[in-house]
């Protein structure tokens, strides 16, 4: 599985779309990148359309986890690695330009953007 099927991509999105109020969906990493492994992982940036920054650990995992239970399924036989991030998180994410933030928008593929209703 050299590149992520559209079937997959499909099926995250409709899963995050059901159950998540999105603003963006990010897949980076060796799928996003065409060097996949046999035992690469999916890696996702889930951006909720939520205008506040998380002001405790709890608050934070609460996000997390209502992301990840919308695609618990999927997990089940694919593993993904998700990162989790409010509209006002993801700014800084990109702000900082860490070498991550700057390797992910460079070469990652955008799955979901709510701006531009688009669909993988």
Known sequence: ??????????????????????????????YAYGNPVTDSDIDLIVVTDDDYIPNTYAENMRNYLRVSSAIRDIKKSIPIDLIVHTRPMYDKFVQMGSMFSKEVLKKGEILYEKN???MA
Request: proline fraction near 0%; charge should be positive.
């Open 116 to 118: 531009n209703r688009g």
């Open 1 to 30: 599985m050299k590149m992520l099927k559209n079937q997959i991509k499909q099926e995250i999105l409709k899963k995050l779309t059901d159950h998540v109020n999105l603003y963006k969906v990010i897949l980076f990493g060796s």
